[in-house]
């Protein structure tokens, strides 16, 4: 039972570029969920897909944009990038509508912004 | 709005000793969720124990149990038989509700020493 799958590990831009990571939620899980972890930080919530829209957004700009497939996989898309948008993006997976149930994540992307 | 307090930057625990890490919280949900992540070095976030709110038998799971005061809004984690491998990250996470997202304190880093 596959878990989590994020892609790719590591990815390093430069400010101004555009990039775009990608996520696939563990097996049986339909909703996707997007966090940005700095370094020496929790992770901050970024935005929430079920049903292929957004469901809920955290405090980030609309640079940061998301898509979700049909096969619940996700993407998140961040434009004009800055340095401060260094930092570890975690996709969290779950299944709405069962109670008390918890978000697995995957291992991450490091994006690194030069 | 959540937020979630972890007063302990960092913790260290001999081997096979009993380990306590503190956090509290702020919510104005009445349903919702407490959860306790680990994050090695390795960087994926792994459940380590859920709590429902509205039970007020604390959970446990194997060496690790917590202690919920929801009155005072306070979810410590304990971890007892403290082995090598429980070297890491520790993040209490409020989450659930009518807010799907989970909010992430600062972190506790433990050290085990052998």
């Known amino acids: 039972d596959a878990g989590v799958t994020q892609s790719p590990t590591h990815l390093i831009k430069t400010r101004g570029q555009q990039v775009t990571l990608r996520c696939s939620p563990k097996?049986?899980?339909?909703?996707v969920s997007w966090y940005q972890q700095a370094l020496g930080q929790g992770p901050q919530f970024i935005f929430q897909?079920?049903?292929?829209?957004?469901?809920q957004r955290g405090n980030f700009p609309d640079r940061f944009s998301g898509h979700q497939y049909p096969n619940y996989s996700s993407e998140l898309n961040v434009n004009a990038l800055l340095l401060g948008d260094s930092a570890l993006y975690l996709c969290?997976?779950?299944?709405?509508?069962?109670?008390?149930?918890?978000?697995?994540f995957g291992d991450g992307t490091r994006l690194s912004i030069l | 709005a959540q937020t979630v307090t972890q007063s302990q930057p960092e913790m260290s625990v001999q081997e096979a000793e009993t380990v306590t890490l503190s956090c509290t919280y702020d919510t104005s949900e009445s349903d919702y969720y407490l959860f306790w992540y680990k994050q090695p070095p390795s960087r994926q976030m792994i459940l380590v124990i859920r709590q429902e709110a509205y039970k007020q038998q604390n959970a446990t799971e194997n060496r690790f149990s917590v202690n919920f005061q929801k009155a005072a809004k306070s979810f410590s984690l304990k971890i007892s038989d403290s082995q090598l491998g429980d070297a890491a990250m520790y993040f209490c996470?409020?989450?659930?509700?009518?807010?799907?997202?989970?909010?992430f304190g600062k972190g506790t880093k433990l050290s085990v020493k052998p």
């Open positions: 969290a997976s779950s299944r709405t509508g069962v109670r008390n149930q918890p978000q697995h």
């Open positions: 897909y079920y049903e292929e829209e957004e469901r």
């Open positions: 097996s049986g899980h339909d909703t």
């Open positions: 996470a409020p989450g659930g509700g009518s807010q799907g997202n989970l909010i």
